[in-house]
């Protein structure tokens, strides 16, 4: 079974690689760029399609059979579809992404915003992705929880501080939240020490001060744990459509915080994972149920999206930030200049995914 739970889990990440390499596929066919290669995975070619011409890992491809591929009525390449052999990304070579050329299909000759929407069409549509599962999540949770306090839990704590049954939380820090999953993070993050908790009792808003939860430890970062039971609320059309969106911006404001913890040193490098970190959390999410590998999912497709927009060289992010700058000096970038930031970029990230990937594999052994 834990095979099958890791081919489940390879399978997702082919997934949100696909659907982020297919949104820039589809943008920038839309704006009429050439595609040289839709690939999923990195390094060598396992199996792909050019044409009417399928190739395999061994397969050597002479001029002759080249030039026997039909080529496209709209004047634009032929696109090979591939499958390579490391699971760990994928990608959309384009015409004139890296050089300069005077093929009208080429990116570099489009518009600065036509190319803005390329480079962000993918980590769009993991975002889309990711507002998608929150949507099957909520429709298939047997309750949609609510911010009403029903009961405390045996051990309670936070009601030392007055919180009390039937009170209504608003506010968690000074952030809003619109529904218990949203309440419940915001606790399990802010609670390893006391928060202020806004809450609506008898028609009436009351600040409670200094509010203290009991906390875990995971990785060796302390977490707040959420100590009471929330009343449910009603499965609506219009609330559930609300409960989606609260838990997709939820998600999103967890990337956030994470990447925030990360730069202020609460989360070290044993927090992170990388794709071995992330199947064995995969697996054991599968293994708990449907709903919680989903959320995962959900979550990871978010992460996917969020990251790439980052300002970092190589990525999405990275080259929107010179796009936006060639829009503000209207004049583009020296490619030789892009291309030295973006491959040192690349290097760095390659390093950090390998200390990451060994840090993980270690810890499959002790």
Known sequence: MTFLYILLAIFSFGVMIMIHELGHFLVARACGVGIHEFSLGMGPRLISKKGNQWRFFFTKVTEAEEAEIPPRSDGLPVTEYSLRLLPIGGFVSMVGEDEETNDPHALCNKKAWQRMLIMGAGATMNLLLGLILSIVLVCISPQIPSTTVDSFREGATSSAAGLQAGDVITHVNGVRVFSGNELNYEIIYNGYKP???????????????????????????????????????????????????????????????????????????????????????????????????????????????????????????????????????????????????HFAGILLLFLLMALILCKDVVKLFI
């Open 195 to 341: 928060v202020d908790l806004t809450v609506k009792r008898d028609g009436e808003v009351k600040v409670l001060e200094d509010v203290i939860f009991p906390t875990e430890e995971s990785e060796g970062v302390v977490f707040g744990v959420f100590d009471f039971y929330v009343l449910p609320e009603a499965k609506t059309p219009g609330n559930v459509i609300k409960q989606s969106f609260t838990r997709a911006a939820s998600m999103v404001k967890m990337v956030f915080d994470s990447l925030f913890d990360l730069i202020t040193g609460r989360f070290g490098l044993d927090a992170m994972s990388g794709p071995v970190g992330v199947t064995e959390g995969m697996v054991t999410a599968a293994k708990i149920g449907p709903e919680s590998f989903l959320y995962l999912v959900a979550v990871i497709t978010v992460n996917l999206g969020i990251f790439n927009l980052l300002p970092i060289p190589a990525l999405d992010g990275g080259r929107l930030f010179f796009l936006l700058i060639e829009a503000i000096i209207r004049r583009p970038i020296n490619k030789n200049v892009e291309g030295y930031i």
